[in-house]
């Protein structure tokens, strides 16, 4: 199969087949396999530059690191208050500027659908590192490889996504990831968080999709318990925030509940969604999840970097 | 055109007759189109005209203006199954039926406030009309579906 990822933008995960993600899986693989003075020719001499209009740590370190694996190095703006773009400076001026200083472009946005815009400008390709509520397509990617990782396979497995399903864009991406395998899919979340139905229209005819408004019910028969954060932003009074929180706290009494080999995921920060009692337990994947996010990251850059990297 | 609505609605020399718009939608049509009366010509408009295909529809009739396709093409999205006359002396020189294309760039604003489409950078609003027999729509930007009555101009 010749690589789906050579030159190409990472903008959606939709944009992306069954195939496509096995081949970047496997990539992953390949990447943890090699030595490191291996990897460091696969992105020797190249530049990743980055434009990140929201604060971001963890994303964009994961991105750098992977970069630096790879034997590239990064440029960016991500301190928007010294930059061109506090000064007004137009999204598509600042990306056909970056995009004659890089060999790829990645781009965090709290606009739904920048990235796609952003796509349509640069001649390098865009990777969507966050835009608006929309996606967070290398989240998803990395959401899944993990629990393949950690499960063996996802097809058949039943899947539990919990939080803040309205404007969680890591949300979205992994269902869109989703409809590629045979999965049972519960989203649980309070009603003013629920999934925007507008963005799932073609989810339905590829996923089985349950709604809950809470956990206990299905506890017993999920094998992933994917939790995202509710920020306390979100609602229009702090009384129904406080109400809300607690419910879908992770600790280990919901655990008791569950299957023993549940995986617990989380795309991080977290705040108070899963009780440190459960970061010991054998059922915390996140921090593992974080790990894979770098390997996953080199594998995309390698692949779009280079036609045949292995 | 049916005997009720020749009688409600008279017939004209030169111009265009926009026959079976969905009942109520005629005066979006005219926004939609632009057609403002500023031009000093006589403009028509009939609501809720009985009609023996649909039950009842409007009907609008544009004097000495003969619209475009490409212009009405932009009722794809409001009145579907309008058709569109030519009158020229009196007389049906064209008759056409409005096309759904796959994606109308540039007419319509996406509902979505914080999609980029609506930010001020230089772009053109795309929406893609993923269904045709439940007129589905799709922004090409954040990808959200909407539904004709969400649309802004
Ligand atoms: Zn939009």
Redesign the pocket.
């Known amino acids: 199969m010749p690589n789906p990822f050579y030159d190409r933008d990472i903008v959606s995960i939709r944009d992306f087949t069954r195939n496509d993600l096995e081949y970047v899986f496997s990539a992953t693989d390949k990447i943890r396999s090699l030595e490191a003075s291996e990897k460091s020719e696969l992105g020797k001499g190249r530049t990743l530059g980055y434009i990140f209009y929201e604060p971001s740590t963890r994303t964009r370190m994961s991105f750098e690191a992977a970069m630096a694996s790879l034997g590239g190095s990064s440029i960016g703006i991500s301190d928007l208050k010294s930059s061109s773009v506090e000064k007004g400076e137009s999204l598509a001026d600042t990306i056909r500027v970056i995009d004659l200083y890089s060999d790829i472009i990645v781009l965090r946005h709290p606009m ?2 920048s990235s796609r815009f952003a796509a349509e400008l640069s001649k390098n390709p865009v990777i969507n590192a966050g835009s608006g509520s929309e996606e967070h397509p290398t989240q998803a990617l990395l959401d899944l490889y993990t629990i393949l990782k950690e499960k063996g396979r996802i097809d058949g497995l039943s899947i539990a996504i919990v939080g803040d399903l309205k404007y969680g864009r890591t949300v979205y991406s992994l269902l869109y990831g989703l409809t590629n395998y045979k999965v049972n899919v519960h989203l649980v979340a309070p009603p003013l968080l629920q999934i925007r139905k507008e963005s799932i229209y073609e989810v339905h005819s590829k996923l089985r999709i349950q709604e809950h408004s809470t956990l206990d019910e299905i506890l017993p028969e999920l094998d992933v318990i994917y939790v995202t954060r509710i920020q306390k932003e979100r609602f229009p009074d702090l009384q129904e925030y406080e109400k809300v929180r607690g419910t879908y706290t992770i600790d280990t009494s919901t655990l008791a509940k569950a299957k023993p080999d549940v995986s617990v995921m989380h795309p991080l920060p977290r705040m108070d969604e899963i009780s440190h009692s459960v970061d010991s337990t054998k059922n915390a994947v996140y921090f593992r999840q974080a790990g894979y996010g770098k390997e996953l990251r080199a594998a995309v850059l390698a692949l779009m970097l280079n036609e045949k990297p292995f | 055109m049916s005997d009720t609505s020749q009688l409600l609605v008279r017939r004209i020399r030169d111009g265009t007759v926009i026959d079976h718009i969905e009942p109520g939608k005629a005066l979006v049509v005219l926004r939609a189109l632009n057609i403002t009366g500023r031009e000093g010509n006589v403009i028509t408009v009939a609501l809720n005209v009985p009609s023996s295909k649909h039950g009842k529809k409007d009907i609008i009739k544009v004097e000495n203006r003969f619209l475009e396709t490409d212009e009405t093409n932009k009722l794809a999205l409001i009145a579907p199954h309008a058709t569109i006359n030519i009158i020229k002396d009196y007389r049906l020189v064209e008759k056409r039926k409005i096309l759904l294309p796959d994606s109308i760039v540039g007419i319509f604003k ?3 406030l914080k ?4 930010s001020g950078e230089e772009i053109r ?1 795309s929406i893609d009309i993923i269904d045709k027999e439940k007129l589905v729509l799709k ?6 579906t909407l539904s004709t009555d969400e649309l802004i101009f």
């Open positions: 739904d659908g | 996406c509902p979505n999609c980029i489409s609506n609003s922004c090409r930007y954040c990808t959200r």
